[in-house]
């Protein structure tokens, strides 16, 4: 535990008493913060419980939870593998004669888990000389009518302990952090050239020496496998073949979240020392990591861009789960390791960090949260708080798993960080509900149960519905997210002596303070019509500053279930978006006269923040393009939402609109060369209005994301691509004749000017080489042909223009090595002249058409009108119709016609921040806080170890050494294990569309055969992200954060 002096006090309206703290290891000293402050008491009503059982001393309680082992993870496949660390083959794939289909559960890692899980429930129950007793049932978890069904042939392991409260929570915690929970898999793509020996083709001896070395320190399991195979035939259908990914190994890590984080990070470091890159570390206080990183890892990356150096952060939250594995040795919590060219630009990086924490002031506060949803947040939602801590540069002490504490405490350089965070983490917990299932009045002609009764009763319930239960005295208390919760209702209400009783039930629901009188309506008009029409009572508790309880109670399970149904689709939906805000005055209209208008229309509420509102006057520039229009309504209306969106949307010109985002795959270990061109990237962002956003070192990502309105994101997506370099290698059998025309005059004339004038491809003749074939010996030529990524969609008919060329001067064009396949047609389209309906049209003879990025990609106004009329084949069949199969599939789904749309996800722009987040303060319906705009993909991203002292360390930790040394560091030894080398090629799939002329955009009849966008409405197909006050699960649309009551959007 930090010892953090001086927090702060009550903020919600005010921050005039809030002081930095001082006791973090290398803060500025500040002489003016002498008094501390305290916080004022929370006014909280009496009946503001947490429904957690609070039983009288020595009284025997029930509690049943799952294991959250991740037995669905699937080990590497066994013709992948390549090489694997001693041990790790047999746990993680099925023994010899295992039959296909076996399910992931029983790969012997999971199987062994659960062995040991029993063993450990034994020992502590028969150390407990009968005062505990722990039981294990593992069962795949059945379909509950009209709850989200988990994953087919998942094994669910249950842990079922009766004894004293104290004793059993003690238990619950010792068990949780003893056990190897939450299983994952991280993949480190590594080029195929910097691991390989070229005489023997095989793996370098001292890298898999290198790789059995992480396993051991760290206990993880490593694999090394070959790249991902490649499909011809689909990689095909997006007109490029990716190959980028595909002629790269992969380092695949098994473990628990810290030993693969840690495994992770050393097999990063292991590829830079190949790179013959020097290695140092420093410390650094824990707590000081992220917010001396800055909002969206800025500050990191300007000082990777200005020393050329990698800087990898040890994980945020170590320790949490409790579990190592045994004879493991864990990462230092506070230690940063910095990979650089040379020790100078270490040093620099080091001087930069330094002077970063010398000017960071802190601010911190402690907030309150029941410590069932703590733990529910530790074990479900790490990876939001994760993101949410990195958007807005904080920090947040969580408690241990199991620790029963219900404290958080949040840091960072600036009050309303510290708000945004705190308010996005009280979001997070209001997606889980508790409830109480009392039995008043038990039926006098039913069998109490017995405790085995009981333990089998939990764990039935606990396997299907995924909520923690515990059972005292006739009482029921359940915790988990929404569906867990209802579903856990439902299971009990099944149950013959709970059904034949009288009971009473009560639900709790957190929410936003600011959202109480929307729930509740004028003179709680809403709440009494609801009370009324379902015969419940409802109950608004106090809970902390943030957020407040709605307490459902009632006497029978139909009352309370649409009680609660009610009650939920009063709650705010909600979405928001980005309008720059010299818009908003023409919106809003004269004396709001057009908002109004749109506000009757729709039933729903719109609320516009300038940056003043925010906060963000004289702040970094990212506050600029932040949501910045909130639309709310109550769930019931939640599909008004799309429609108030378009329309406003409507009155902004198009080169503003729809703030989007777009992910572009470039290899990660280029991202250096891209980081150092900062300068440029920056001219690039202020031309298109667009942000660059790096991935995080220790990340190994390759995904760059790029943000913008949407018209520009694609021709800022295209310039960018312009700056990374690709190749493409080709190979093909010599004769004199052949080898005389490539350097010729008349080639350098009709061939290479042309490549470059009309393919944007340079090429480079290589030297000649020999290879025998067949038992003779041919001379081979090697042509490289060179381009930007951007211009990859027209590689094919670069190589298909060099090999007509070719042809005529004895080239055998079976021969070619490199060759990119055409797509074939489709296997089913002789069937189609037979179904010759407007629904199954026929399909049309195929149309010669091109790639090539000089060409419009939106059609030809010269082309026959009827092409509007072809199948959805012709669309899919034609190469240089979409960019991608995936990106067709979006395209349908969004129904947008826009140029931007092409681009893959181009017109899902609202941010996934919750309306507690987005609108958090006690003023009306103001948003100044949440302006992060946190996303939250479902990656994983386990982290691993804090400390308090600020060293360097210039001795190499490392087995390749540092600096000069490294070069000789790699004996060339031979490797038993050979394979042969995939096809080298540098063309991608992810190259982006160019944009067509203006004239070829609209509403024009005429496109080019297969071009044609299918026409969607855009106002009832359009996905846009909702947000609703109602807790989301991991089933709602975006998990994580709040989603929309009712019907999931596609």
Not at 425 to 444: E, R, V
Not at 564 to 576: F, G, K, N, R, T
Request: aromatic letters at 6%; hydrophobic letters at 35%; proline letters at 7%.
């Amino acid at each position: 535990m930090h010892k953090i002096s001086n927090f702060t006090g009550q903020a919600r309206h005010g921050w005039e008493k809030m002081t930095p703290s001082m006791s973090f290891g290398m803060s500025r000293p500040h002489h003016d913060a002498q008094m501390p402050m305290t916080t004022p008491p929370v006014k909280r009503s009496l009946g503001s419980s947490t429904l957690s059982p609070a039983p009288s001393p020595g009284s025997t309680i029930n509690l049943s939870f799952n294991v959250p082992f991740a037995s669905n993870l699937a080990g590497p496949e066994v013709d992948d593998i390549i090489h694997a660390s001693p041990g790790a083959f047999a746990r993680w794939t099925h023994p010899d004669g295992t039959a296909e289909g076996t399910p992931n559960h029983k790969l012997p890692v999971h199987v062994n888990n659960v062995e040991t899980l029993r063993a450990l429930c034994r020992q502590i129950s028969d150390s407990s000389n009968g005062a505990l007793q722990a039981t294990v049932t593992s069962s795949e978890p059945k379909p509950i009518p009209g709850v989200p069904r988990a994953p087919l042939k998942t094994l669910v392991t249950n842990v079922c302990l009766s004894g004293e409260f104290e004793l059993v929570n003690k238990c619950r915690g010792r068990i949780l952090n003893d056990t190897p929970i939450s299983l994952r898999c991280a993949t480190v793509d590594v080029d195929y050239n910097l691991i390989i020996e070229p005489e023997t083709q095989g793996v370098k001896a001292v890298i898999l020496k290198h790789m059995d070395d992480i396993a051991q320190r760290t206990k993880a399991d490593v694999f090394l496998l070959h790249p991902r195979s490649v499909d011809v035939e689909s990689a095909s259908f997006n007109g490029n073949l990716d190959t980028i990914n595909e002629s790269r190994l992969r380092i695949a890590i098994f473990g628990d979240m810290e030993s693969s984080e840690h495994a992770k990070t050393h097999v990063l470091i292991m590829i830079d020392q190949i790179l013959r890159r020097q290695v140092d570390t420093m410390r650094l206080e824990l707590s000081l990591h992220t917010l001396i990183c800055g909002r969206a890892r800025k500050n990191i990356k300007l000082i990777e861009s200005a020393t050329n150096t990698a800087i990898y952060f040890p994980p945020p939250f170590p320790r949490l789960y409790g579990y190592t594995p045994p004879g493991a040795a864990l990462r230092s919590e506070d230690e940063i390791i910095i990979t650089g060219e040379n020790q100078d630009n270490i040093l620099q990086a080091k001087k930069r960090l330094h002077d970063l924490v010398m000017g960071t002031k802190t601010f911190v506060k402690d907030t309150m949260i029941t410590h069932n949803k703590i733990d529910s947040i530790l074990l479900e939602r790490l990876d939001k708080v994760r993101k949410i801590i990195e958007a807005n540069g904080s920090y947040v002490l969580l408690p241990q798993l199991g620790m029963q504490r219900g404290v958080i405490r949040v840091q960072a350089t600036d009050i309303l960080n510290v708000e945004r965070t705190v308010r996005e983490i009280m979001t997070l917990a209001g997606q889980f509900y508790s409830a109480k299932w009392s039995i008043t009045g038990p039926d006098p002609s039913q069998r109490p149960p017995t405790p085995s009764d009981i333990r089998a009763m939990l764990s039935d319930i606990c396997i299907n519905s995924g909520a923690e239960i515990s059972f005292e005295k006739l009482n029921f208390h359940i915790h988990g997210s929404d569906d867990a919760v209802k579903a856990a209702m439902m299971v009990i209400n099944g149950i013959p002596f709970v059904k034949k009783a009288q009971y009473e039930m009560r639900v709790k629901i957190e929410l936003a303070n600011e959202h109480k009188e929307f729930v509740s309506g004028k003179k709680n008009g809403k709440i009494n019509k609801i009370m009324s029409q379902s015969n419940v009572q409802i109950m608004f508790d106090g809970f902390n500053e943030y957020n407040f309880y709605i307490d459902v109670r009632g006497h029978s399970y139909d009352a309370a279930k649409n009680g609660l149904d009610l009650v939920e689709q009063e709650m705010p939906a909600s979405i928001s978006f980005h309008v720059p805000d010299q818009y908003h005055k023409r919106i809003i209209g004269i004396g709001g006269q057009h908002i109004q208008r749109i506000m009757k229309k729709y039933s729903v509420f719109v609320k516009f923040s300038n940056a003043m509102d925010r906060g963000g006057v004289g702040k970094e520039e990212d506050d600029i393009k932040v949501d910045n229009v909130i639309c709310r309504t109550p769930a019931r209306n939640a599909d008004n939402l799309d429609l108030v969106k378009q329309e406003i949307m409507d009155m902004v010109e198009k080169v503003d609109a729809e703030f989007v985002s777009e992910q572009v795959v470039i290899d990660r270990l280029y991202h250096r060369e891209l980081i150092a061109r900062m300068n440029e990237l920056e001219e690039l962002e202020k031309k298109w209005n667009c942000k660059f956003i790096f991935p995080s070192t220790e990340q190994a990502s390759d995904v760059i994301t790029v943000t913008g309105p949407e018209y520009q994101v694609p021709l800022a997506v295209d310039e960018f691509l312009g700056m990374v370099p690709e190749n493409h290698p080709l190979a093909f059998p010599s004769t004199p004749e052949l080898s005389a025309y490539l350097r010729s005059a008349e080639f350098n004339a009709e061939v290479l000017e042309k490549l470059k004038t009309q393919h944007e491809v340079e090429l480079t003749l290589q030297d000649i080489s020999r290879e025998t074939v067949d038992g003779q010996e041919v001379s081979i030529e090697t042509v490289l042909l060179r381009f930007t990524r951007n211009n990859a969609g027209g590689l094919r008919d670069a190589i298909d223009f060099l090999t007509a060329r070719l042809v005529a001067h004895e080239l055998d064009a079976t021969t070619i090595k490199g060759a990119l396949p055409r797509p074939k047609s489709d296997s089913f389209e002789d069937s189609f002249p037979y179904f010759n309906s407007k629904l199954l049209q026929r399909a049309e003879p195929p149309v010669i058409s091109t790639d090539s990025p000089t060409r419009s990609t939106f059609g030809n106004s010269g082309e026959d009108v009827t092409s509007d009329q072809r199948s959805i084949f012709d669309k899919l069949r034609k190469p240089g119709s979409i960019s991608s199969f995936s990106s067709f599939l979006e395209r349908r789904k969004n129904g947008s016609n826009s140029p931007g749309s092409l681009f893959k996800h181009a017109s899902s722009n609202a941010s996934k921040a919750s309306l507690a987040s987005l609108e958090s303060q006690g003023s009306g319906y103001r948003n100044p806080w949440n302006d992060s705009g946190v996303n939250l993909p479902d990656d994983d991203n386990p982290w691993g170890p804090p400390t308090t002292t600020f060293t360097t360390h210039h001795q190499s930790k490392f087995p390749f050494g540092a600096g000069s040394g490294v070069g000789t560091g790699f004996s060339m030894n031979n490797s038993q294990t050979s394979f042969s080398q995939p096809p080298s090629t540098s063309a991608s799939a992810n190259a982006p569309m160019p944009i067509g002329s203006g004239s070829a955009i609209g509403a024009s009849p005429s496109h080019a055969p297969g071009d044609a966008t299918p026409r969607l409405d855009a106002s009832r197909e359009r996905s846009v992200d909702r947000d609703s006050g109602r807790p989301s699960t991991s089933n709602s649309n975006h998990s994580g954060y709040p989603g929309p009551i009712g019907p999931p959007t596609r």
